[in-house]
């Protein structure tokens, strides 16, 4: 009898357990991931790409990113429900443009409150937490993820979650380690390894041919688009270029022969007398117009400094530019491919990179590949 009675406490106690978990709050395959069954919050714990663990509650309905470039690879990830998302954006010198090319769409993307950041910036840690995000997101590279380190702490203290990407660290791999963890917050998981599968094929194509083995590999230099004709600007090697030009088989001159300031000896240069130079900077969501003239300030200047007529780079018309922020994003394979393809045309006859770039827009992106110029190439006119 006492048996008896304990089988039956012990089948009551299983199906209120059994009732309990039936009322955990768990991620439903809804559109934006946000919501739980019966509408409760919950928390996702994540750890972030500087190794922080940080808990998000959800549902996330209000977030303020860094700057714009990082504002969009969310967009991509995420899709339109993120659109509606952003209460603040940091500083980017192309803000104009994005917000530009959005705000016709998607009107509620424009006058965005500001929060700083930007180069060597800080962020505004009151404005930010006056607009009472519940996350905070900042794509970093080098020396500028010290910034965000003090940012995350203080709005920590303010209880805002801050997710630091770092999508420079490997501009191969790192993009599709970005895409897997918003996608995973988000709860767009699907869309997410979709796209990481995207970019692993893109990056697949090079590796498959062991460029790093070649013998005799074209000397690269690469400077960004701040110069002058009397004044170099640095030359990347912390923020993704560096890294793109040695995995398309380029032989950078810049590593191991930079200043402090991390700009190129001019001497050294002439001296070393590269096969290809690529200037990175104002190109993207540009009209032809515009992107004309930025190409005229940088890349025409450029070819005008004391003994630059002299390079094989320039009297071979071997002087290109790129969107600068492209070794920091989600195309990063579009530079990749189209420099290898520049350094070993046999290898790549078969591969356009303009269109597997367009095949991206076209999968992903809210804007169109034909809303901006993504590519210049000296002596031409866009």
């Known amino acids: 009898m006492k048996r008896k009675i304990g089988l039956i ?31 409760e919050s919950s928390e996702i714990t994540v750890t972030d790409m500087l190794g922080r663990e940080i808990s998000i509650k959800k549902p996330i309905e ?20 993120f659109i509606d998302m952003p209460v603040g954006v940091g500083f ?32 505004d840690i009151e404005k930010i937490i006056s607009l009472k995000p519940d996350l905070f997101i900042a794509n970093v590279f080098g020396h500028l993820s010290e910034i965000a ?28 380690e970005a895409v897997l963890l918003v996608g995973k917050i988000f709860g767009t998981e699907d869309r997410a390894r979709e796209m990481a599968g995207f970019l692993d094929e893109q990056f697949a194509i090079i590796k498959s041919k062991n460029l790093s083995q070649k013998t005799d590999k074209p000397t690269v230099y690469e400077e960004m688009g701040w110069g002058t004709r009397e004044e170099y600007s640095s030359t990347g090697i912390t923020d993704g270029w560096a890294a793109l030009i040695e995995l398309a088989g380029g032989e950078n001159i810049a590593v191991g ?26 190109l993207g969501y540009y009209t032809p ?19 630059w007529d002299k390079l094989n780079a320039v009297q071979n018309n071997n002087v290109f530019s790129f969107f600068h922020n492209q ?29 597997r770039l367009k095949e991206f827009f076209d999968r992903f992106m809210l804007t169109e590949y034909e809303d ?7 002596g031409e006119q866009l």
């Open 62 to 81: 209000r977030v303020v990113v860094n700057y714009w470039e990082a504002l969009e690879f969310c967009i991509a990830v995420v899709g339109e429900d």
């Open 9 to 39: 406490l012990m089948s009551v106690l299983l199906i209120f357990s059994l009732s309990a978990c039936g009322t955990d709050t768990k991620e439903t395959g809804k559109a934006g991931g946000q919501e739980t069954e019966g509408g």
């Open 372 to 378: 901006g110029i993504w590519f210049y190439q000296l």
């Open 327 to 355: 070794a920091q994003n989600q195309c990063g394979f579009y530079p990749a491919l189209k420099m290898a393809k520049l350094f070993y045309p046999g290898e790549f006859e078969d591969i356009n990179p303009d269109e």
């Open 289 to 307: 117009e515009e992107a004309q003239e930025n190409m005229d300030a940088t890349v025409g200047e450029y070819v005008q400094r004391k003994g």
């Open 257 to 282: 022969n930079m200043g402090d300031n991390s700009k190129i000896d001019p001497e050294y240069l002439l001296t070393t007398n590269p096969d290809y130079i690529f200037v990175t900077y104002l």
């Open 92 to 123: 980017s010198g192309t803000g104009e443009q994005f917000q530009r090319i959005y705000e016709e769409k998607y009107p509620q993307l424009q006058d965005l409150p500001l929060v700083g950041g930007g180069g060597q910036n800080e962020y």
């Open 149 to 176: 380190l003090d940012a995350a702490e203080k709005l920590e203290r303010a209880g805002i979650p801050t997710l630091i990407l770092t999508r420079s660290e490997d501009p191969s791999t790192s993009p599709q």
